[in-house]
């Protein structure tokens, strides 16, 4: 069974600084992963995915994702903060032959301060 | 291009009161599914379908029910509210075919629902 461990559930940087949200993913399979952003109030946006190819994958917003099979992990990174960056962000995994049913993980509220 | 549509985006109900929340797409995925949003829980599945006329239980389906009669439509019925119900409650849904590039959801803003 897939599962999607996020650690920590709030993360707190200051404006221009380095986001990482870190993931780490259990599948018995190859995983297709997935980054999802919820600012308030609204639903979930793409951020980006991983399927096959080029394990370092970008995203809107300047947002991008390395997938490191041998870690288990597709770590969320921008390397400079901006305040609208404040949102939550969800961790998901699915694998081929699953109904394309994404397991999601619990969530990384990231603050950015001023 | 409407994408997902849920309505109603707000609802207050007494407890034990029946309502219907729906989910409308235009995009002819096969693939929609109801989540549940709990703050510190994340997203929780309550049902899901992969086709008209075929629907399945997920995570959370106690106290809910789903039928699919057409691709575009999959609402969600709370049969008698209880207060446990008050969450965030989002439609996604998805290619069940294709390439790996059509993996992934396309979500619905949400319908925010408390029982009283």
């Known amino acids: 069974a897939q599962s999607v461990t996020q650690l920590g559930s709030h993360v707190s940087v200051s404006e221009g600084a380095l986001v990482l949200l870190r993931c780490n993913y259990s599948?018995?399979?190859?995983?297709?992963l997935f980054w999802y952003v919820q600012y308030p109030n609204q639903g979930l946006q793409l951020l980006l995915k991983?399927?096959?190819?080029?394990?370092l994958v970008k995203g809107i917003n300047g947002f991008e994702a390395e997938f490191k099979k041998s870690e288990t992990s597709f770590h969320l990174t921008k390397p400079s903060a901006h305040m609208s960056d404040a949102a939550e962000y969800f961790c998901?995994?699915?694998?081929?032959?699953?109904?394309?049913?994404?397991?999601f993980g619990s969530g990384t509220q990231l603050t950015v301060l001023p | 291009n409407a994408g997902v549509t849920q309505t109603p985006k707000f609802q207050v109900l007494k407890t034990g009161q029946s309502m219907t929340l729906q989910c409308a797409q235009d995009?002819?995925?096969?693939?929609m599914s109801w989540y549940r949003q709990d703050p510190g829980m994340g997203l929780r599945l309550i049902h899901y379908?992969?086709?008209?006329?075929?629907?399945d239980q997920g995570e959370v389906p106690n106290g809910y029910n789903v039928s699919r009669s057409t691709t575009e439509d999959f609402p969600l019925r709370l049969l008698s509210a209880a207060p446990s119900q008050t969450s965030v409650y989002f439609c996604?849904?998805?290619?069940?075919?294709?390439?790996?590039?059509?993996?992934?959801?396309?979500f619905g803003s949400g319908t925010r629902l408390t029982v009283v």
């Open positions: 991983y399927t096959t190819g080029a394990t």
């Open positions: 599948s018995s399979v190859p995983p297709y």
């Open positions: 379908s992969v086709g008209a006329g075929i629907t």
């Open positions: 996604a849904s998805s290619y069940l075919w294709g390439s790996v590039t059509t993996y992934g959801y396309t």
């Open positions: 995009m002819n995925h096969e693939y």
């Open positions: 998901a995994v699915t694998e081929e032959g699953s109904a394309r049913q994404l397991t």
